[in-house]
């Protein structure tokens, strides 16, 4: 089971088929201070948020086999309507589907890019600001 403690989760789900994409996002997000969870593919990250999963962030790869990532994201959404979406993806019809605030992260990505695509969904504080 998967528990969380505070006002504001850190949990962000990762989804990608590709073993070295998941390992590189979940180490980029993990280096940000947050709490990424690895999943394979759509059918492992639907059994950990029916295990009580509840991430505040879902990062999915769109071309995935048995379930793409749009498929996965109005699954999990339709049970947690705050979860924001962002999509790391190459595919150019995803463009056509994004909605309810979801966004698109080209691949290949940066750091950099991860971070800013994550500040623009409001889950992380603009590096560059001070406070």
């Known amino acids: 089971m998967y528990f969380e403690s505070g006002e504001v989760s850190s949990t962000v789900l990762v989804v ?3 073993p070295l994409v998941l390992l ?17 593919n759509a059918g492992a ?7 009580g999963l509840n991430p505040a962030v879902l990062v999915t790869d ?4 048995m ?3 749009v498929a996965l994201a109005h699954k999990i959404c339709a049970s947690n309507s705050t ?4 999509f790391v993806s190459g595919h150019p019809a995803l463009d056509e589907t994004l909605a309810n605030g979801w966004m698109l992260l080209p691949k290949p990505f940066t750091s950099l890019e991860l971070r800013t695509a994550l500040e623009a ?4 504080h603009n590096h560059s600001e001070t406070g």
């Open 16 to 18: 990608d088929n590709d």
């Open 24 to 40: 590189g996002t979940t180490v980029m997000l993990r280096e940000f201070g947050l709490n990424p969870v690895p999943a394979a």
């Open 45 to 51: 990250a639907l059994a950990m948020i029916e295990d």
């Open 62 to 65: 769109y071309a995935m086999p």
């Open 67 to 69: 379930m793409d990532g």
């Open 83 to 86: 979860v924001k979406v962002l």
């Open 121 to 124: 969904l409001g889950h992380l």
